[in-house]
């Protein structure tokens, strides 16, 4: 399927290093290590297991992420189509052998890591589009029967991880093909189809739901409807946010977080637990950060002349700034309670590997630029 010359280049070492998008690299060093404090933080400023976990995690992708780098772009198109069929098999996997925790059967035990194969799902449904859409006819684009494996290929492993369940990151799966869809040229009117078939179904979906997810849509509309229950969650980090005022209370010094008003303060609300502690300002810098990697990330599919390339670097760009904004939005109130988590800030380590697995790829277009992928 692949040769040697697929992961190496006549590219030299150095030429490869002088390659890397050092912006884009010390974006991510600086969101990583504001995360490493921010989880020292939500031990009440003890190194626990948490942040120790986190810490060792972030370490070990980052160099990850610099080491994937360096597979030629070439590598990444030969192997799209496995990678989406390997962590659909993971899917798969946690549907017949999977943990359960809370309820929820998401995770497989790897030995090395209890994975989370939908958020890797989110990156290799991207990369599979790409590759079919890359030297596709525009004219074929729009076929009817070129519509057909795109749609099996996004509602498959959606519909997994709906059963998990785990409607939020389904449903960002589920974005992230629209997204390459759309980039690569698809007609507006099937995505017209597509919403009002979504719409007509949504009463019997949602008949369908766990009763912890129907609370949550409730909860959304009205959380003081139920304050010490469902809507509990989100109240708790609206004040806490509010209390950060300009400036912030300090590090340490989160009182919503530090007298356990705030639950879950590690995982999906760690923006929160931020936002009280350095205030307005602190939440503008975390959200620059945010803006110079997605943009560094569009940049690299501005330069990289394989329209592989461009679909996936602009497609992984807006999924990333979608999971940005839904978390941000959920901890705001803006949006339902979802359990999508802030990117290398919240803690997990399926969602840190996904996302820095995401970042190499991209890098490997920005080293490899002038590369051919096929």
Not at 171 to 182: D, F
Request: overall charge positive; charged content about 10%; proline content about 4%.
């Amino acid at each position: 399927m692949f040769t040697s010359g697929s992961i190496q280049s006549t590219l030299s070492f150095r030429e490869k290093v002088y390659s890397i998008d050092y912006i884009l690299v010390f974006s991510i060093l600086i969101l990583g290590i504001i995360s490493m404090f921010a989880m020292y933080s939500t031990g009440r400023g003890t190194y626990d297991y948490h942040t120790k976990s986190h810490i060792l995690r972030f370490v070990v992708f980052f160099f990850f992420f610099i080491a994937i780098s360096f597979f030629q772009s070439k590598f990444w198109y030969q192997t799209a189509t496995v990678i989406y069929i390997v962590f659909f098999l993971l899917l798969l996997g946690v549907k017949y052998f999977g943990l359960t925790s809370s309820g929820s059967q998401r995770w497989i035990n790897l030995y090395v890591i209890n994975l989370q194969p939908s958020e890797l799902m989110k990156i290799g449904l991207i990369m599979f589009l790409a590759k079919y859409y890359h030297r596709m006819p525009t004219t074929d684009v729009n076929k009817i029967k070129f519509l057909f494996l795109p749609i099996v290929v996004l509602i498959a492993p959606a519909l997994l991880v709906v059963t998990q369940p785990d409607l939020g990151t389904a449903l960002l799966i589920a974005a992230g093909g629209v997204i390459v869809a759309w980039l690569a040229g698809v007609r507006i009117k099937f995505f017209a189809y597509a919403s009002i078939i979504f719409l007509s179904l949504a009463p019997i979906a949602i008949s369908f739901l766990k009763p912890y997810q129907k609370a949550r849509i409730l909860t959304f509309f009205n959380p003081d409807k139920d304050p010490l229950g469902a809507g509990y969650q989100i109240i708790q980090s609206k004040i806490a946010i509010g209390s950060g005022g300009f400036f912030g209370k300090g590090f340490l010094n989160g009182s919503q977080s530090y007298l356990d008003f705030l639950p879950e303060k590690h995982t999906d609300f760690i923006f929160t637990l931020f936002s009280e502690e350095f205030g307005f300002f602190g939440s503008v810098f975390i959200l620059l950060l945010y803006y110079l990697i997605i943009s560094r990330i569009v940049k690299i599919g501005h330069i990289t002349r394989s329209n592989f390339g461009k679909l996936y670097c602009y497609s992984f760009a807006t999924a990333f700034f979608i999971y940005v904004v839904v978390n941000m939005g959920m901890v705001l109130g803006l949006l339902p309670i979802v359990g999508a988590p802030l990117p290398i800030m919240s803690y997990g380590g399926s969602s840190m590997l996904a996302i820095m697995f995401g970042l190499g790829v991209a890098m490997s277009f920005r080293i490899y630029k002038d590369s051919p992928v096929n």
